[in-house]
Nanobody
Framework: QVQLIESGGGLVQAGGSLRLSCAASGRTLSGYAMGWFRQAPGKEREYVAA????????YYADSVKGRFTISRDKAKNTVDLQMNNLKAEDTAVYYC?????????????????WGQGTQVTVSS
């Protein structure tokens, strides 16, 4: 069983930056795939980015490519999401997710474990 806790959300002006962090506990993440999703009010949960824990390969949704960077710290057992040049449409609750099969999926149902989410609000 993996427990995930997100932090780093907040209020920022358009064009600004935020860094989200996801701390994992319960077991090591070797062989896992880790993802970030977001959900705005009235909308479905949306894929943002993912990373393979072992090899470090990264994947991004087109809407954030070039602005967001996902990374992992094996020593700290954390996955971060650096968000730059934020836009009003990035406003959402951001969730960290883990898949113990190591498969990098872009659908929420492909992930087994979820954090409680952290709010990101971008003012225009």
């Amino acid at each position: 069983q993996v427990q995930l806790i997100e932090s780093g959300g907040g209020l920022v002006q358009a064009g600004g930056s935020l860094r989200l962090s996801c701390a994992a506990s319960g077991r090591t993440l070797s062989g896992y795939a880790m993802g970030w999703f977001r959900q705005a009010p009235g909308k479905e949960r949306e894929y943002v980015a993912a990373i393979k824990w072992s090899g470090g390969s990264t994947y991004y949704a087109d809407s954030v490519k070039g602005r967001f960077t996902i990374s992992r710290d094996k020593a700290k057992n954390t996955v971060d999401l650096q968000m730059n040049n934020l836009k009003a449409e990035d406003t959402a609750v951001y969730y960290c997710a883990a898949d113990d099969r190591g498969y990098v999926g872009s659908h929420y149902y492909e992930y087994d474990y979820w954090g409680q989410g952290t709010q990101v609000t971008v003012s225009s």
